[in-house]
């Protein structure tokens, strides 16, 4: 079993994770015209407003924070494998919150890095919706996520209900599929 600090810890570094991205998505336009530079012409708006040597930075912690990220997440859900057929309703919300954060590692960060590196966003407007309406919709996911484990807990720790195998009371499994 894993200890909470293991969980809080994925969650800080998912969290971290989505504040890079962001600053990466901030920091290059969205707009897929050509605007006038003084000194090199025109160029693209999706070309990023950091320096080459910034861009780089943000790219390996990106790379440094999603690798972590594939690490934790994948322990976790080894361990809730193995391990599945002992494991109670408010569990899953951690496996739940262990899928959505491996995924977003898999789907959307690489893309990220990637224009890290390339001191632009690659694919212009296609790959900039792709990317903002992903990191959306896990986001909230994992907002969700973390506000139903919330909400668990609570309920276990001021309301003494039952926290058997079967959780029948005051477990997290009905709230599984909700969220």
């Not at 976790?76 to 494998?81: A, G, I, M, P």
């Not at 789907?107 to 959306?136: A, E, K």
Request: aromatic letters at 10%; charged letters at 10%; proline letters at 3%.
């Amino acid at each position: 079993m894993l200890p909470k600090l293991g969980v809080t810890g994925l969650i800080m570094f998912h969290r971290w994770m989505h504040y890079l991205s962001m600053l990466c998505l901030y920091n290059m336009s969205l707009n897929s015209t050509l605007h006038e530079d003084s000194d090199n012409g025109p160029i693209s708006i999706y070309t990023s407003k950091l320096d080459p040597g910034a861009d780089i930075c943000l790219g390996l912690a990106i790379l440094f924070v999603v690798t972590l990220s594939l690490l934790g997440n994948g322990v976790v859900l080894l361990v809730s494998y193995r391990r599945r057929k002992r494991t109670v309703g408010s569990e899953l919300l951690c496996v739940n919150l262990a899928v959505v954060d491996f995924l977003c590692c898999v789907c959307f960060y690489p893309l990220s890095i990637m224009s890290s590196f390339s001191h632009g966003w690659l694919g212009q407007g296609l790959t900039c919706v792709y990317y903002g309406l992903g990191c959306f919709i896990f986001g909230l996911c994992g907002m969700f996520t973390v506000a139903a484990i919330s909400v668990v807990h609570y309920m276990k720790t001021c309301h003494r209900l039952v926290y058997g195998e079967d959780e029948v009371v005051g477990g997290g499994l009905e709230m599984v599929p909700g969220v």
